[in-house]
């Protein structure tokens, strides 16, 4: 086909436009970032194997923290889901590409210098004074007049992270809004469109206040200013407002997809349709408006007004409601379906499972008096971590498996994959359930170091942390695999009664540019 | 144990906690959960706690069932064909119904609780908590004294570099050199503040946390019901040693509480009185670098290390121009009284003599032989500004 000459070697990666090729780049970048962030847990969960300090330097620790925190919210999880949007948003509304290709290839481009820059913290040569050490919530002053050095090549790298943010997002909009196939109304469109749809408005709402917040930090670092200064006329509690107007959207920037990739499994697996189509997208466009509302929520011990902690709760427990239904529409698409459990679904099925135990600890973690004592405790990271690794990460691999095949046009492993399965669910839950007991008993978050009485618990953690860890290892074999010819040919539905154009119309493996010639949608 | 026998036995003791209700209202449990703490508020945050617990795991417990259920029932093998409704307006209106009154249920005891928490007024007494890296000072602004208190573990016990194992102490991270001593039965007005970054006060026994924030000053309160020690821990990462802050309160009677008052003032009256003498005195080499390595192993070798040789932003001092310029030495003292960027500032914590003393070994000590001397009187204008 005249179309399919495009450059071969490094010249196609480096100045492809193909949302595929695009897709694939987002995606390793991702796994590589998974693995760095992934080993930087690793050392974290060998400090606090016993008590004492065996390893690390308290401040490496912090280190340690920071980057792991960053990496993985900026450098895995966030270009997964661009690298998901890259690959099916043109094949489910019937486009043959993104709309704007080149911009596409740039997004990506700029995630590896960010990353290099952040990274290059890291060198004792470049930055004797060490890494980013205030956690990945970079609280003013600890960040600003108390940042190391290398602080600032923080604050550029996250520019960067932000502007490559804020092209995906538009360039998904563009797309979704331009380019669907006749017939193709908004109410028709698969929900992983509307999912990351929405996500990207709300990128592109919040990387600018980012961007802001991080420009505040700087010129308070080197241009006198004293934005969160109280000395100044500053004030270090506006950082956190700031901070948390962002990073509260982010929270379900780092969902939003992933509930949009189990509506697509828990269906094809169920053979039944998804239940309460409409009552999914108002739900998921409920909960990114009430996410702008609620952001005072993570700050419950800085002496906000009593009329301020309380209407940020009941705005924070509200959001309880448009989340129940997503899961209890789930669980209705499964009644009286026909249910099948191959990988993809297992893993939308401990989502959902694992998910809905983040959520009822966030329920507590929204009633402020309670929350005066979960707060800052490994309560609060058993919470953050059980929507982020089952949420987040599980969503990411249910959708590799359960795409994969259309990708590559190859089945994958199937028995090295459910063993995948088994290894993760186990490992997770080993990894982070004692971190409720550990919190609630009175364990501060963010030390290297703590009494006895905390020790069973974290032995525990650190156990599962490296059982998960290296599980992930056996899910890049099966994915290499899979590429490499796996266990023979896909066919074009690949599943059984798998819906959406890119099943239905698209042979597999997809064609290079998906639809040269839009489909009809009835 | 060996490894195979932790994992198994963590395990199990996982299971066996959760089935036997890890939230039932045993002290001895309180390893697993929040404790009931000493004050009415910390009972009521508890009870609440406890409630908002059930009923969350029992509405995840009910969509777990749903769905082991459907697994079950709806497997392909029992259920080959699917029916293929996709939307029911009734369980949908169900659905987001109940939620909601859940929610409005559990909202209304939150609301009268936290109401409580926040309304500081009526105190009967009132202590002003700051928060330095990586310590505390408590000021009783009543009658009108100060101490710092700061971990008291030797870091003999938590540097285990060589990871051969250290003995440690049963509160192992959670000891002060200075308690804090607060009355039984009166309502106590805490104000919180920061000399340098946010920290947070956190004593779990009276749910109090309370962020310690630079320029500026939040209130919250407690008021203990029982005598005992009660341990907390700084919950804001406050920098390097933001795990090495501990916080222990003892709570006694009030005839108690005030002979304690009374002994502190009296020392207070004392060590004014010494500090005049020895400001008063001319000190000697010897005794301004016996006395100037001790201040200095107390206060600063956490920052700038043992031997001057400082760590990452926390500079040397061994060989550095401020410490051997002879131009410098008001520059190098000042620096001690008041600070500079993240330097704190030491002239609250220690006397004239101390100052000049530390000042003088660092300027004698780990090959840095100015032969200055800096006389505590000399500290003295510095403070009033010559
Ligand atoms: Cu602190």
Redesign the interface.
């Known amino acids: 086909m005249a179309h399919d000459h495009h450059p071969t070697g490094i010249k196609r990666w480096l100045f492809t436009t193909n949302h595929k090729d695009i897709g694939s780049m987002y995606l390793w970048f991702s796994f590589i970032m998974f693995l760095i962030g992934g080993a930087m847990a690793l050392g974290i969960r060998t400090e606090l194997f016993q008590p004492g300090l065996q390893f690390f330097d308290p401040n490496t620790f912090n280190s340690l923290t920071t980057l792991h925190g960053l990496i993985m919210v900026f450098g895995a999880v966030m270009p997964a889901f661009v690298g998901l949007a890259n690959w099916l948003i043109p094949m489910q509304i019937g486009a043959p590409d993104m709309a704007l290709p080149r911009m596409n290839n740039f997004s990506f481009w700029i995630l590896p210098f960010a990353f290099t820059l952040l990274l290059l913290s890291l060198v004792p040569q470049l930055f004797p004074d060490g890494a980013p050490n205030f956690g990945w919530t970079f609280y003013a002053p600890l960040s600003t007049k108390y940042g190391p050095a290398s602080t600032d090549f923080f604050i550029f790298g996250v520019h960067l992270m932000g502007i490559s943010s804020i092209m995906g997002a538009i360039n998904v909009i563009v797309t979704v809004f331009n380019m669907r196939a006749p017939g193709m109304t908004l109410m028709k469109m698969p929900m992983f469109v509307w999912t990351w749809v929405i996500t990207a408005f709300l990128l592109i709402m919040v990387m600018p206040v980012l961007a802001g917040a991080v420009t505040m930090m700087l010129t308070d670092r080197h241009f006198g200013t004293s934005f969160f200064d109280a000395a100044g006329g500053g004030d270090p509690v506006m950082f956190q407002h700031i901070f948390w107007f962002f990073g509260h959207p982010e929270v379900y920037i780092m969902i939003l997809p992933a509930f949009g990739i189990a509506s697509h499994i828990i269906p094809t697996f169920s053979r039944k349709p998804l239940f309460g189509y409409a009552s999914m997208v108002y739900a998921t466009a409920s909960i990114a408006f009430l996410s702008f509302l609620v952001w005072a929520h993570h700050m419950f011990t800085v002496g906000m007004p009593v009329a301020g902690e309380l209407y940020f709760m009941i705005a924070t427990m509200i959001i309880a409601v448009p989340t129940g239904v997503k899961i209890f529409n789930w669980v209705a698409t499964m009644w009286k379906g026909s249910i099948t459990f191959e990988t993809p679904m297992l893993f939308a099925l401990a989502f959902v499972i694992l998910f809905t135990l983040g959520g009822v600890s966030g329920v507590m973690l929204a009633m402020t008096p309670v929350d005066k004592q979960y707060h800052d405790t490994y309560f609060v990271v058993a919470h953050f971590h059980y929507v982020l690794f089952p949420g987040a990460i599980f969503g990411t691999i249910a959708a590799v498996y359960y795409w994969l095949p259309k990708w590559t046009g190859n089945m994958f492993n199937e028995t090295l994959s459910k063993i995948h399965f088994w290894l993760s669910i186990i490992s997770v839950n080993i990894t982070f359930f004692p971190m409720h007991f550990s919190g609630l008993a009175g364990m501060q978050r963010r030390v290297p170091d703590y009494n006895m009485m905390f020790e069973g618990f974290n032995q525990l953690s650190s156990i599962g942390a490296f059982m998960l860890g290296f599980s992930q290892l056996l899910f890049m074999y099966i994915v290499i695999n899979c590429i490499r010819g796996g266990q023979g040919k896909a066919t074009d539905n690949v599943w059984d009664g798998a819906e959406g154009l890119e099943f239905t119309h698209l042979p597999s493996p997809a064609p290079y540019h998906s639809f040269e010639k839009a489909p009809e949608v009835k | 144990m060996s490894?195979l026998n932790?994992?198994m036995s963590?395990?199990f003791?996982?299971f066996t906690?959760l089935a036997s209700g890890?939230w039932a209202n045993e002290p001895e449990l309180?390893?697993?959960?929040?404790?009931p703490g000493v004050t009415e508020n910390s009972q009521?945050?508890f009870d609440?706690?406890n409630e908002?617990?059930w009923i969350?795991?029992i509405?995840?417990f009910l969509?777990?069932a749903?769905?082991l259920y459907?697994?079950i029932k709806?497997?392909?093998s029992a259920?080959?064909?699917?029916?293929?409704?996709?939307?029911?307006t009734t369980?949908?209106i169900i659905?987001?119904v109940i939620?909601?009154l859940i929610?409005i249920y559990?909202?209304k005891p939150?609301?009268g609780?936290?109401?409580d928490?926040?309304d500081a007024s009526k105190a009967d007494m009132t202590v002003k908590i700051t928060g330095i890296q990586w310590k505390w000072k408590y000021t009783y602004l009543d009658e009108d004294f100060e101490f710092v208190s700061e971990l008291s573990t030797p870091a003999s016990?938590?540097?285990?570099?060589a990871?051969t194992?250290?003995e440690?102490g049963e509160?192992?991270?959670?000891e002060v050199n200075n308690e804090v001593v607060l009355p039984v039965g009166k309502k106590v007005r805490f104000l919180?503040t920061s000399d340098?970054?946010?920290h947070?006060w956190?004593v779990?026994d009276f749910?109090?946390?309370?962020?310690a924030?630079?320029?500026?000053i939040?209130?919250?309160w407690t008021r203990i019901e029982k005598p005992g020690v009660y341990r907390g821990?700084?919950?804001?990462?406050?920098?390097?040693?933001?795990?090495?802050m501990p916080i222990v309160v003892r709570a006694v009677t009030q005839s108690e509480y005030d002979q304690w008052v009374a002994q502190k003032l009296e020392e207070k009256a004392e060590a004014a009185r010494l500090a005049a003498e020895a400001a008063a005195k001319s000190w000697s080499m010897e005794d301004l670098m016996e006395m100037g390595k001790k201040v200095y192993a107390e206060k600063c070798s956490v920052c700038h290390q043992p031997e001057g040789q400082g760590?990452?932003?926390f500079p040397a001092l061994a060989g550095s121009e401020i410490a051997t310029n002879p131009d410098k030495i008001d520059e190098h003292t000042s620096i001690v009284l008041y600070g500079k960027?993240?330097m704190p500032k030491f002239g609250d914590q220690l006397t004239d003599a101390e100052i000049a003393a530390v000042v003088t070994y660092e300027r004698n000590a780990w090959g840095n032989s100015t032969g200055d001397i800096v006389q505590p009187g000399r500290v003295g204008e510095l403070r009033a500004g010559n």
């Not at chain 2, 309180?30 to 404790?35: A, D, E, I, T, V």
């Not at chain 2, 016990?157 to 570099?161: C, L, R």
């Open positions: 490894l932790r994992v963590g395990t003791m996982l906690l890890v309180s390893k697993y959960n929040l404790r009521r945050v609440l706690h908002v617990a969350m795991l509405v995840a969509v777990f749903a769905i459907a697994v709806f497997r392909k259920h080959p064909t699917p029916s293929k409704f996709s939307h029911s369980l949908e659905w987001t939620p909601m929610l559990l909202t939150a609301i609780l936290l109401l928490m926040e016990q938590y540097e285990d570099y990871r194992g250290t440690k509160n192992y991270l959670l919180m340098d970054v946010i947070s956190w779990p749910a109090v946390k309370m962020d924030i630079p320029g500026f939040n209130e919250t821990v700084c919950a804001e990462l406050c920098g390097r040693l933001h795990g090495f760590l990452a932003s960027n993240a």
